[in-house]
């Protein structure tokens, strides 16, 4: 069972960049899709972008859509998700997840606790 840490969230002025880390362990790093999601205050969470076991597909929610750009490392054990040009409704508390389902997945089996990000206008 693959446990989830993020970190890298924080305080940023509009138009500004974050990179979110969520390092994985206890699991077999390549065998993941790995996912990112996000829930705003009083909002349900949604999908924000994922990536494919090898790294060589992504996809992104429309509202992200180059803006943000999600990749792994195997290396590492670590998925990333490089945010440009943050906007106010950006803020949230962001999910990194988990999940041995096909591509592209459909439900994620686990989580991690969240880092909050939260952008000022």
């Known amino acids: 069972q693959v446990q989830l840490v993020e970190s890298g969230g924080g305080l940023v002025q509009a138009g500004g960049s974050l990179r979110l880390s969520c390092a994985a362990s206890?699991?077999?790093?390549?065998?993941?899709?790995m996912g990112w999601f996000r829930q705003a205050p009083g909002k349900e969470r949604e999908f924000v972008a994922a990536?494919?076991?090898?790294?060589?597909?992504?996809v992104y929610a429309d509202s992200v859509k180059g803006r943000f750009t999600i990749s792994r490392d195997s290396a590492k054990n670590t998925v990333y998700l490089q945010m440009n040009s943050l906007k106010a409704e950006d803020t949230a508390v962001y999910y990194c997840?988990?999940?041995?389902?096909?591509?592209?997945?459909?439900?994620?089996?686990?989580w991690g606790q969240g880092t909050q990000v939260t952008v000022s206008s």
């Open positions: 997840a988990a999940t041995t389902q096909g591509w592209p997945p459909s439900l994620y089996d686990y």
């Open positions: 206890g699991g077999t790093f390549s065998s993941y899709v």
């Open positions: 990536v494919s076991r090898r790294g060589g597909s992504t």
